[in-house]
T-cell receptor, first 114, second 112 residues
Framework: GAGVSQTPSNKVTEKGKYVELRCDPISGHTALYWYRQSLGQGPEFLIYFQGTGAADDSGLPNDRFFAVRPEGSVSTLKIQRTERGDSAVYLC????????????FGPGTRLTVL | SQELEQSPQSLIVQEGKNLTINCTSSKTLYGLYWYKQKYGEGLIFLMMLQKGGEEKSHEKITAKLDEKKQQSSLHITASQPSHAGIYLCGASGSSNTGKLIFGQGTTLQVKP
């Protein structure tokens, strides 16, 4: 079956601009996770959804970052007033929703802020 | 806050050799995951360990979780070039969240 998909695969933007990153989870997965990964580091947790609601958003670095999952499937990560330090690979994962549960990752979106 | 330390940071082995990667936490783990990542790609799930003393194997890769659930090891037998990549351990520090904390990764090169 289809895995987690993320679009776009690459995004280049200018400092101060707004960006949206999209994640399509595996069909039937109720939990969805966002992480970001800087070069040479492991993924860093941002937020996770159980259904439509954010179950844990403790990893969002500041109020420029926001994520939604209005229908409990596709999720969008929104970054306002981008800064050069936001440049990273943004990874999305989904799982069936149990705790603990195996998370399956998408290929990521590489964001570059110039 | 919980941290996961992986060792070694990088490893170069000759094809056919065995190797071990370690992942250590200062706190009890509730679910320990091993993933593999190729450069520029997403994470591929390898194995999940939950119980103290648990051991799982898939093909030539074996993962173990110690009895205290604070340390895990990943062992590859008779390494092949296809095993090359970045190995990441991830874990939950609590039973009531899906949030995972990851180690910094171990880069493995296998020389033919």
């Amino acid at each position: 079956g289809a895995g987690v998909s993320q679009t776009p695969s690459n995004k280049v933007t200018e400092k101060g601009k707004y960006v949206e990153l999209r994640c399509d989870p595996i069909s039937g997965h109720t939990a969805l996770y966002w992480y970001r990964q800087s070069l040479g580091q492991g993924p860093e947790f941002l937020i996770y959804f159980q259904g439509t609601g954010a179950a844990d958003d403790s990893g969002l670095p500041n109020d420029r970052f926001f994520a939604v999952r209005p229908e409990g499937s596709v999720s969008t990560l929104k970054i306002q007033r981008t800064e050069r330090g936001d440049s990273a690979v943004y990874l999305c994962a989904s799982s069936l929703g149990g705790l603990p549960d195996t998370q399956y990752f998408g290929p990521g979106t590489r964001l570059t802020v110039l | 806050s919980q941290e996961l330390e992986q060792s070694p940071q990088s490893l170069i082995v000759q094809e056919g050799k065995n190797l071990t990667i370690n992942c250590t936490s200062s706190k009890t783990l509730y679910g320990l995951y091993w993933y593999k990542q190729k450069y520029g790609e997403g994470l591929i799930f390898l194995m999940m360990l939950q119980k103290g003393g648990e051991e799982k194997s898939h093909e030539k890769i074996t993962a173990k979780l110690d009895e205290k659930k604070q340390q895990s090891s990943l062992h590859i037998t008779a390494s092949q070039p296809s095993h090359a990549g970045i190995y990441l351990c991830g874990a939950s520090g609590s039973s009531n969240t899906g949030k995972l904390i990851f180690g910094q990764g171990t880069t493995l090169q296998v020389k033919p």
